[in-house]
């Protein structure tokens, strides 16, 4: 079972930063084809805030390019998000997800539990 572990969220002032970590573990018969972050704030919808896909390209929402970047360590099954000045806006909670390819053919997706970002003004 895909497990995914969170963690490194918090509650900063506007203009500070924070790093995400997701830790991902369980899919010894797949391989990870992206990992990603996405973000839900209250009454909103779910939204990707960074990718990266097999190969090492990286997608940023236009919201937070020039201040979020996304990494990895893939000895670690680790992929980390630092936010560099943290607006209100990025108040959400963050969600980790992986897809994978296992050798069946099947391509699943999994999400974290989620780590909550607070930023005040």
Not at 33 to 54: C, D, G, M, P, T
Not at 80 to 101: F, G, W
Request: net charge positive; glycine share 10%; proline share 1%.
């Amino acid at each position: 079972q895909v497990k995914l572990v969170e963690s490194g969220g918090g509650s900063v002032q506007a203009g500070g930063s924070l790093t995400l970590s997701c830790s991902a573990s369980g899919y010894t018969y797949c391989t990870a084809i992206s990992r990603s972050w996405y973000r839900q704030a209250a009454e909103k919808e779910r939204e990707l805030v960074s990718s990266i896909v097999r190969g090492g390209s990286r997608n940023y929402a236009d919201s937070v390019k020039g201040r979020f970047t996304m990494s990895q360590d893939n000895a670690k099954n680790t992929v980390y998000l630092q936010m560099n000045s943290l607006k209100p806006e990025d108040t959400a909670m963050y969600y980790c997800h992986i897809h994978v390819r296992c050798a069946s053919g099947d391509i699943l997706g999994y999400w974290g539990q989620g780590t909550q970002v607070t930023v005040s003004s």
